[in-house]
Antibody, heavy 123, light 106 residues
Framework: EVQLLESGGGLVQPGGSLRLSCAAS????????MSWVRQAPGKGLEWVSA????????YYADSVKGRFTISRDNSKNTLYLQMNSLRAEDTAVYYC????????????????WGQGTLVTVSS | AIRMTQSPSSLSASTGDRVTITCRAS??????LAWYQQKPGKAPKLLIY???TLQSGVPSRFSGSGSGTDFTLTISCLQSEDFATYYC????????FGQGTKLEIK
């Protein structure tokens, strides 16, 4: 059974930093790209960042480029999101999500999601 | 940048009704479109990918259609468990979600 378990959320002051983790199990972690997707309170879904299975390629939304860093440790089956220079508008539930692969190809849509971890940026 | 527009933003319906939600892309995205269902306090659930392919385990009352710029999600006979918020997502380029459609009980 695929499981994704996020941790590391909490309350942080504007300008502060936080590191989120996502522990994966139930699938060959290194074979799949992973993403972080966030959802501000009462709002819709926003893709934040993605990383290839090997970790060699990373992608970011313009809203977080230069402030957030995605990484992974395939030996630990864990995905990370280092968030620096946090702003009030970064307040959201952050989900890690596994890319979907059909029998023929993989794409950046998501068949498994974690339960989410809440990040609150406030003084 | 591609923009995704969902309509309506909210919808009231009754159990047994047939409902349709529309998603429009600002430029052609072929069939690179997915639909998700999200219930309060829960993560999204993948319903449909490639515009019209039902994800494993999803009831057949859900269906999707469209290609290019215009897409629809149809629920043929609403069940109580279907009242939720629905999102489309294009994956032609960087992932981008529609703003959501909240389906409420009339």
């Amino acid at each position: 059974e695929v499981q994704l378990l996020e941790s590391g959320g909490g309350l942080v002051q504007p300008g502060g930093s936080l590191r989120l983790s996502c522990a994966a199990s139930g699938f060959t972690f290194s074979s799949y790209a992973m993403s972080w997707v966030r959802q501000a309170p009462g709002k819709g879904l926003e893709w934040v960042s993605a990383i290839s299975g090997s970790g060699g390629s990373t992608y970011y939304a313009d809203s977080v480029k230069g402030r957030f860093t995605i990484s992974r440790d395939n030996s630990k089956n864990t995905l990370y999101l280092q968030m620096n220079s946090l702003r009030a508008e970064d307040t959201a539930v952050y989900y890690c999500a596994k890319e979907f692969c059909s029998s023929t190809s993989c794409h950046t849509l998501y068949d498994y999601w974690g339960q989410g971890t809440l990040v609150t940026v406030s003084s | 940048a591609i923009r995704m527009t969902q309509s309506p933003s909210s919808l009231s319906a009754s159990t047994g009704d047939r409902v349709t939600i529309t998603c429009r892309a600002s430029q052609g995205i072929s069939s690179y479109l997915a639909w998700y269902q999200q219930k309060p306090g829960k993560a999204p659930k993948l319903l449909i990918y490639a515009a019209s392919t039902l994800q494993s385990g999803v009831p057949s009352r859900f269906s999707g259609s469209g290609s290019g710029t215009d897409f629809t999600l149809t629920i043929s006979c609403l069940q109580s468990e279907d009242f939720a918020t629905y999102y489309c997502q294009q994956y032609y380029s960087y992932p981008l979600f529609g703003q959501g459609t909240k389906l409420e009980i009339k």
